[in-house]
């Protein structure tokens, strides 16, 4: 049975940092796309940072780019999350996911194309 499990949330302040991880079990997943989304209250899920299996290609969004680092460990079958410079804006229900199909030829980052996913892990900024 697949199961992905998200530490390292917490509360920081403003312009603070958090290392977010995922580990996964059940299976390998070191020829799938790796994910980060979150989710704020009252509002949809939405894509974070993506990284490819071998680790070489990554892709964020715009409102994360340059602040969160997202990375692989496939011996660990984990992905982590480096988020720098936190903002109140970031404040949000934090989720790892897998992507449904092995060997993407392209970046996934809508939440349907992610089969799998993790409990969440609760971040908050105070500012």
């Known amino acids: 049975q697949v199961q992905l499990v998200e530490s390292g949330g917490g509360v920081v302040q403003a312009g603070g940092a958090l290392r977010l991880s995922c580990a996964a079990s059940g299976r390998p997943f070191n020829s799938y796309y790796m994910a980060w989304f979150r989710q704020a209250p009252g509002e949809e899920r939405e894509f974070v940072a993506t990284?490819?299996?071998?680790?070489?290609?990554?892709r964020y969004a715009d409102s994360v780019t340059d602040r969160f680092t997202i990375s692989r460990d496939n011996a660990k079958n984990t992905v982590s999350l480096q988020m720098d410079s936190l903002n109140p804006d970031d404040t949000a229900v934090y989720y790892c996911?897998?992507?449904?199909?092995?060997?993407?030829?392209?970046?996934?980052?809508?939440?349907?194309?992610?089969?799998?996913w993790g409990q969440g892990t609760q971040v908050t900024v105070s500012s």
């Open positions: 996911a897998v992507a449904r199909r092995s060997f993407l030829t392209y970046t996934p980052t809508t939440a349907d194309e992610y089969g799998y």
């Open positions: 990284i490819g299996w071998g680790g070489a290609v990554t």
